[in-house]
């Protein structure tokens, strides 16, 4: 298996999170004072998406409320990461636009930048999880993924 916690990876981003989460408080905290989080799916990822008329959305997260109340544009983002991921990389920023079009404003590049790599950090750590398991289902999928996750969060902090 690929080195999934070498220090390129890992000690780069660690130190930075913190920060970046410091510096977007008062903007995380202002939405939910101006009605802008919103129940959403939870776990909103091109696998939840049926692409209907209108599109239909499964699978949300049941088993926390809280966890569903979130801001549109991490929702989004989480949305937009994992098409960019299966390579339609325009996906995300043309949702943006629509929420951006509904009233909705975009959040700052350092927020929008923190959800980005929060993501990608929590999609990598789901992915090494499921490589620890006695016995992994599809083990192949798992490496890729999170290698790609966390070079998706490298390449955002730089």
């Not at 983002?77 to 009233?103: F, S």
Request: charged content about 25%; proline content about 9%; overall charge negative.
């Amino acid at each position: 298996m690929a080195d999934l916690t070498g220090p390129t990876a890992l000690e780069m981003l660690a130190p930075q999170v913190p920060h970046m989460l410091e510096r977007a408080r008062p903007e995380i905290e202002a939405p939910s004072a101006n009605g802008f989080v919103l129940e959403g799916h939870g776990d909103l990822r091109a696998e939840h998406v049926c692409l209907l008329n209108p599109p239909v959305m499964f699978d949300r997260v049941e088993f926390d409320h809280d966890f569903r109340l979130i801001d549109p544009h991490d929702e989004i983002a989480a949305l937009g990461l994992d098409c960019e991921r299966l390579g339609a990389p325009l996906i995300g920023p043309a949702l943006g636009t629509q929420l951006d079009a509904a009233g909705i404003t975009a959040p700052s590049d350092g927020l929008s930048t923190l959800y980005r790599v929060l993501r990608c950090l929590t999609q990598a750590r789901l992915s090494i999880d499921h490589l620890r398991k006695p016995r992994p289902r599809t083990p192949e999928k798992w490496a890729p993924r999170a290698l790609w996750f966390m070079a998706t969060a490298q390449k955002t902090c730089a």
